[in-house]
């Protein structure tokens, strides 16, 4: 699945709604292989319309598989780590070099533009139509889908590589789309512009990548998906590192869009190319290793591919109500930024926005998505067996033992935002990073609707319905969307965007409860609510008296030690041992079932 921070290794532009959790994911459809799933776990992961496939005659034993499937959840756990890392580490070069504010604004507009195109003309099918078919095809032709494999990488290639062209041309049109605010200031739009032509071009390079790893992932190898984006954070860090040294940090250059030089937008927009034009191409040795032989294959018709783009048509919807609220969030925060800078207030923008939901997202991407990794195959088992008590036991399974974590690092990020922002962000200036905190506090309570939502949609795609998760995802972007708006219109520009971070975790918290009564109507009126509701709120019993003594203990340290680097990260060393020291001691004393399962699995992986 391609995502903005997929892509970008876990270091770009989410723009607030194109996310690994609100568009339909699928590592692999049907049995990736015979090793890789046991019977019971076989079948889709959750993700769109598609033709089930039937199991393998000849499936593995059911310890051997389960240790297949642990392996290579492993190795995509670990991969979507170093990425998430490596993605960091990015981020911290960018805002070293060029900051928090409106020239990084307008670069963010610029690399966030070929995502929402990319995954708008095709991306969001591949992923919930196409991926099925090709393993089916894997499973049912006698080449093995190789044939279909190629046809679909030609006609990607094909198509984007058009794409990509007219948007090359069009790039000032998009980019006064994206931001009128930066499309009224001529030198802001000159630079804005030059980034955008260096980065549309990541498109083409995007669908490759996607493709190429859902082809290694149809046949079991699932690991170089997950690792090559980290080839990509390195390319970029190496790019903005090279800025750095040619130029100087921010905070002695102070560089903006009316200071910055051609050659220097030049280093930094070749330097992404490069990158998503590495992390694609790297793929290739993985494929030969695979055994699968790249040929450019024309003949389309009567494959299978127009019936496959057919299906596509909730999938296009579901992401055309995403972009749309994409671009209202970062036409206001870009607007808001501007202002807020003029006032003095750095930080208070697009790029504020998407580096705190970048930080936000982790607990997410590596807790919950590993915890569903395992169980949604069994789930889409269930479900095609009409076995709902099966899909319930495991949608409430993933619900509360992601939840363990979850709703900790949710009140760890309202408690604790500032001095983790102050030490990621040091780089760019004390008031950047600062306002960076204040939009990662207002994100933190809504990581618990964001990783319910992500859960319960799972269980509409179990049952291959797109349609009920394509009204969802209206729902949640226009009630973003309005809540974003009114916290541009009400809220000074300096805690605009911190309103549209607190609109965020609200539209998902509206979306789970319209999520949560349908699926349990589709489920026969049991989706073990209470149960799930108890577990939810006693954790949030033990969190919140943690998240208070940590973040009082982290302010109190804060006026002792200061706000620079150092005093960060001992403020947050001390704020955090405090929040969970307090957190575990209360979550033993209420017994959670949940809890002592984690302190279990833990104590085995180290042999005590």
Known sequence: MSTPDDRNGGGGPA????????????????????????????????????????PTAAAPPRARGASSLLKSSAVMAAGTIVSRITGFLRTLVM?????????????????????????????????AVFVPQLVRAMKKDDDGGEAYANRLLTLVVVALAGVTVICVLAAPLLVHMMSPDIASDPRRMAVTVAFARYCLPTMFFMGVHVVLGQILNARGRFGAMMWTPVLNNIVIIAAFGGFIWAFGGFTDSGIGPSTITPQGVRLLGLGTLLGLGVQALAMLPYLRDAGFTLRARFDFRGHGLGKAMGLAKWTLFFVLANQIGMIVVTQLATKAGAVAERSGYTGSGITAYNYALLLWQMPQAIITVSVMTAVLPRISRSAQDGDATAVRDDLSHGLRTSAVAIVPCAFA???????????????????????????LMAFGPGLIPYSVQYVVLRGFYAFEDTRTPFY????????????SGLSFVFLPPRWAVAGMAASYGLAFAVGVGVAWRRLRMRLGGDLDGPRVLRTYARLTVAAAPAALAGGGTAFALTRVVGSNAWGALATLLVGGAVLLGVFLALARLMRLPELNALFGMVRGRLGR
């Open 413 to 439: 990020f309202l408690a604790l935002g500032v001095p983790m922002a102050m030490l990621l962000y040091a780089g760019s200036g004390t008031e950047g990073a600062r306002g960076i905190g204040y939009v």
């Open 15 to 54: 723009g607030g709604f194109l996310t690994e959790d609100t568009l339909p994911l699928r590592l692999s459809g049907g049995n990736p292989s015979p090793s890789a799933l046991p019977p019971k776990e076989a079948g889709t992961h959750a993700g769109g319309q598609n033709d089930t496939v039937p």
């Open 472 to 483: 969802n995802t209206v729902i949640v972007a226009l009630v973003n969307a309005t809540a």
């Open 95 to 127: 805002a070293a070099a060029i900051g928090v504010g409106t020239l990084n604004d307008s670069y963010q507009v610029a690399n966030v533009l070929p995502t929402m195109i990319y995954v708008l003309v095709g991306g969001g099918a591949l992923n």
